[in-house]
């Protein structure tokens, strides 16, 4: 049986259902996934999705993970490098980009306004 995502042509997107919150994130933090078939277990795959931060909601720690990561802000604002108060750091607005290799320290963030992020998640061969 082949792995990988399946094909997908253009279909609507409903913006306001199927929204959760990543373990380890605050409540004001969630995602929607479009697609998937990342396996952090196994090293393989990839994960396309949507983060939004609703206003003022921040994260307190630094990320660290083995894998891609390509970040497009959207739409809002996203504070990069805040304490565990949610103070300080330097402000992005739309639009914003940043792709990170596997074991990159990024964050915390935050944003004043809140914003929709735009990601993908990737192991590379």
């Not at 504070?79 to 739309?94: L, P, Q, R, S, W």
């Amino acid at each position: 049986m082949a792995k990988g995502k399946p094909h997908l042509e253009f279909f609507p997107l409903d913006m306001d259902d199927g929204w959760e919150t990543p373990e380890g994130y605050p409540d004001g933090i969630t995602q929607k996934v479009l697609v998937t078939d990342l396996d952090e277990d196994g090293k393989s795959g990839s994960r396309s999705r949507f983060l939004r931060f609703v206003p003022g909601e921040y994260t307190t720690v630094p990320f660290v993970h083995d894998h891609w990561e390509e970040v497009f802000l959207v739409e809002g604002d996203l504070i990069v490098g805040n304490d565990e108060n949610g103070e300080g750091g330097e402000k992005f607005t739309a639009p914003t980009f940043a792709c990170r290799p596997p074991g990159a320290a990024h964050g915390p963030f935050k944003s004043d306004g809140g914003c929709l992020l735009f990601e993908l998640h990737y192991y590379q061969d």
